[in-house]
């Protein structure tokens, strides 16, 4: 009885995961599936009927309108440059809070806390006017390293605290045996926090690839704009038909989906680590 109670109670709980995944997958079918019809069959059939054929002309049409390759190496460029930054900048910072225990750590932690919760519009005439400044301004160096530091404020909160909890007597018996705080930190405390940085780096890309704001407003050169700025002023040029408009949709949020597959197990990993810690 006990045994199938529980069974019981499992139902509910996997009948609510199976809605969420097909509440996220669906709306991604059937941008897909728009993409890959003409302006006519989407027309006479409607958005949620299956294509008679493959209509590759609103993809093309995209491509070529925004020059979608330079786009896609901007938004690489930037995103895995900010992914990589953030997470190197975030470990040597949290290495000095959470190991190194420096003075007023509370206080530090309190002022990256705080820097999490400014909004981007708040950041947007001062990162302008000093990308001016210093000459910077429309260059991707300005957006990469703007992101990098915002994303290095939530990287260095996250791990501070797991570096906080670091063994001690691990750290203690490498320097006993003569390593220096540079090799405790990437012969020891890198490998060990490996699946968390993982973790940083899939969600660093992600978060950038997807800003719109100030690559909108520090990028204002075509041959620098991203692919996320790309698709916001296409649309606000009311250029498009409804199958182009999709066909911008999936090769936007396409990469991006890509990248999350190839670095899924990575993320799992690091999940499932911090669960077990």
Sequence with gaps: MTTALRRYRRHPVLIALVLAALFMVVPFLIVAVNAVKSPAEYSANGPLSLPEGLYLDGVKDFWERVDFGQKLVNSVLISGSVAALAVVLSVLNAYAIGIGRIRGRTWVLAFFVLANMLPQEALVYPVYYLSKQVGLYDTRLSVIIVFTVIQAAFGTYLLSSVLGQFPREIIEAARIDGANKWQVLWRIVVPVSRPTLGVLLVFFFIWTWNE????????????????????GVLQGQRLMDATMTNAAALLGVLPALVFFLVFQRTLTRGIAVGAVK
């Design 212 to 231: 719109f704001l100030l690559p909108l407003v520090m990028l204002i050169s075509n041959d620098n704009q991203t692919v996320s700025v790309a698709l």
